[in-house]
């Protein structure tokens, strides 16, 4: 059984920068896309970033571009999450996801994650 274990949130001001760590175990972890998604509020889950399974390729929401890098440590299991220039507006908690759909393609679609961790709560501050 996958799990995945999110680290890394907690109160910044804006402007400010939080690095987010997801721990993958239970599987091969270079066999599942990974990603990010960000609930805030009285609001829908919507996508962050995505990383293809080899780390070759990233997506990531228009309003994170620029800003946020999505990477991972397959030795180590872990996918990352640096998010700098945090705005107050992107407070909220912040799931880690596994896709293990067999393709070349990296989903953004949050119906094509199978694997969810318990969230990370990012405050930022104005």
């Known amino acids: 059984q996958v799990q995945l274990v999110e680290s890394g949130g907690g109160l910044v001001q804006a402007g400010g920068s939080l690095r987010l760590s997801c721990a993958f175990s239970?599987?091969?972890?270079?066999?599942?896309?990974m990603g990010w998604f960000r609930q805030a509020p009285g609001k829908e889950r919507d996508f962050v970033a995505a990383i293809s399974r080899a780390g070759g390729t990233t997506y990531y929401g228009d309003a994170v571009k620029g800003r946020f890098t999505i990477s991972r440590d397959n030795n180590k299991n872990t996918v990352f999450l640096q998010m700098n220039s945090l705005k107050s507006d992107e407070t909220g908690v912040y799931y880690c996801?596994?896709?293990?759909?067999?393709?070349?393609?990296?989903?953004?679609?949050?119906?094509?994650?199978?694997?969810w961790g318990q969230g990370t709560q990012v405050t930022v501050s104005s």
């Open positions: 239970g599987r091969a972890f270079s066999r599942y896309s």
């Open positions: 996801a596994a896709d293990s759909t067999i393709s070349t393609y990296t989903s953004t679609q949050i119906h094509d994650y199978d694997y």
